[in-house]
């Protein structure tokens, strides 16, 4: 006996948006063999805040955990890296899961205190657990202190010979790693745990009323997303080559231009921050001259978003014209038989 009903997630449009989305992937792979050098570090930034955003999108759009302290995770998956590469002669490549393993270790704790707080107190101690892991990081003396300390020059050509080729390691890496965060979240979304991160989302206590474990997703998000931060940042420093307690645990870097881009691209919806980083680079390129009248225009246009879009430019988008980016939307579909049999 059929099912009277069958769930779709697939439509035409997402259908069209996910071949594009993988034609884009594929294109942006051979970029390397026509792209210069400066292209392909911007490439990598332009990576590594398409992931942080929607790892923070996931964490505060679907798990409602407002964070404005996801800098821990990145400066804490930097500072293994270079502790790994330096004091334990690991490669540094290898040193990047190992980095995001140390973060999911050292986030259950963290989580387990955090979650004592709700709603604005969540977020403040957040932001205190970050400054405490910048405090700690100035007084490792091994990783040069305050000041910070740069890779040696061993550990450098142990990722490849010529500054090159490690660009293009680099590139190839971070894209990868947004694909791999990215196609993750797509996975997970269409799974029943994707199903209880949308209810928690719509609705925390109906959710909880229909059987949803709220704490437990909530615990396993914190900690997936914490693992998954510290391996952007891992990545981001061993781009850059140079690490420090203020820039690896920047509160303006690694969250205020994330949650601006996840909010003007979309909160809650997966495309958002895809949007919003696109927005923010265009912006970050255009307005680059101002000097400090730069982050009064960013926060200018955050308004003028939120007061057009509350929901995001692509959430605006997809309710005017219906377009949907990737199959995650729930339909049902009545099979004939059952429709017939419905029908008075």
Known sequence: MT????????????????????????VLAALPAFAGRDDLRLGSEIFAY???????NLLAGYAGLVSVGQQAY?????????????????HPLVAVPLAGLVAAAVALPVAGLMFRLRGHYFAIGTWVVAE???LI????????????ISLPAQVVLAMAPSRQLRELEMYWLALALVVAVCGAMVLLLRSRYGLALTAIRDNELAARSNGVNVWRIKLTIYIATAFATA?????????????????AFSVNDWTAFVIFITVIGGIGRI????????????????????????LLML?????AVMLLAPKGIWDLLAGRFGWQLLPLERRLRFSADARTTASP
């Open 3 to 26: 099912a009277p009903f069958r769930v779709e997630h697939a439509s035409r449009s997402s259908r069209i948006g996910s071949a594009a989305l993988a034609a884009t992937v594929i």
């Open 50 to 56: 398409i992931a942080l955003a929607s790892l923070w």
């Open 74 to 90: 990145v400066g804490l998956g930097g500072y293994v890296l270079f502790a790994s590469a330096i004091l334990a002669g690991i």
């Open 132 to 134: 405490v892991f910048r």
């Open 137 to 148: 990081a100035a007084q490792i003396s091994p990783l040069g202190g305050g000041s910070g």
């Open 231 to 247: 391996m952007v940042g891992a990545l981001i420093f061993l781009q850059k080559l140079r690490i420090s307690p203020d820039t």
């Open 271 to 294: 495309e958002g921050p895809i949007i919003g980083t696109l927005v923010f680079f265009a912006l970050r390129r255009s307005l680059a001259d101002l000097g400090s009248l730069y």
């Open 299 to 303: 926060g200018a246009v955050a308004i």
